[in-house]
């Protein structure tokens, strides 16, 4: 098992960045996926980043890429979300996750088996 605490969050203005982290416990990610999604109230998780724990390969969600970078702490354990030229549409809690069985089909939220329990961004325009 995997237990996953995420901080960071917090308000930023319009173009401003923020950095969200999520510390891993319990199992060795080796073997494990794991993926950063967002929320807002009433839309289903959107899958924003992933990583590869032992290769390092990286994905981006189309409305993210360019802006975000996913990266990881091998010896912590920690996955960094870095989030630049931020806008409204960011505004979203963001949760951390990890797929343990991963088949290369990152982009779907049920096919993770342990969640953060969320970290709120909050970009003002």
């Known amino acids: 098992q995997v237990q996953l605490v995420e901080s960071g969050g917090g308000w930023v203005q319009a173009g401003g960045s923020l950095r969200v982290s999520c510390t891993a416990t319990?199992?060795?990610?080796?073997?494990?996926?794991m993926g950063w999604f967002r929320q807002t109230p009433g839309l289903e998780r959107e899958f924003v980043a992933g990583v590869t724990w032992n290769s390092g390969h990286t994905y981006y969600g189309d409305s993210v890429a360019g802006r975000f970078t996913i990266s990881r702490d091998n010896a912590n354990n920690i996955v960094y979300l870095q989030m630049n030229s931020l806008t409204a549409d960011d505004t979203a809690v963001y949760y951390c996750a990890a797929d343990r069985w991963y088949n290369g089909d990152y982009a779907k939220a049920r096919n993770y088996d342990y969640w953060g329990q969320g970290t709120q961004v909050t970009v003002s325009s």
């Open positions: 319990g199992d060795a990610l080796i073997n494990y996926f």
